[in-house]
């Protein structure tokens, strides 16, 4: 993990144009209004006990980026993904909401004064045995 690194790539991405269109990008993908960063991934694992290691170490590494962006940003609650999962189902909740809440339980969620935008920190371990990815969303389209 670097966690320098993974602080600067979300300081850029608060202020990296929006493409029009979704797609690929250097860092993970993006679209409309949204940046989406694959800060570490650990592949799919069929050993439990491998994969519940992986996801060990990102929440740790998770935690990491959010001391140091909730010394920066404020502390923050932990925001529960589990109520936007639930209306999705019943609602158009938009983008990229809807898609982190098919991929993490929790994310840690801040408006970054000054750019009218929004950034999350998130574990995605919603498939267990899947790939296991700490991500970086950075959007302007404010949380549900």
């Known amino acids: 993990m670097n966690l320098a690194r993974h602080i ?5 991405l608060c202020f990296r144009p929006f493409p029009a269109e979704h797609g690929p990008s250097d860092v993970g993908f993006s679209g409309p209004g949204h940046h989406v960063a694959v800060l570490e991934s650990g592949g799919p694992d069929l050993d439990p006990a491998h994969w519940a290691a992986t996801v060990d170490q990102f929440e740790k590494q998770r ?7 909730a010394s920066r940003w404020g502390d923050v609650d932990p925001w529960n993904l589990q109520t936007v999962l639930l209306r999705t189902e019943r609602e158009d ?36 045995g899947g790939a296991v990815q700490l991500l970086a969303v950075v959007t302007e389209t404010a949380p549900p």
């Open 8 to 12: 600067a790539l979300i300081d850029e």
């Open 63 to 69: 935690d990491a980026v959010y001391e140091l962006l």
């Open 93 to 128: 909740v938009p983008q990229p909401w809807a898609w982190l809440s098919h991929e993490a339980g929790v994310a840690w969620l801040w408006e970054v004064q000054g750019t009218g935008r929004w950034a999350a920190v998130a574990l995605a371990d919603r498939d267990a």
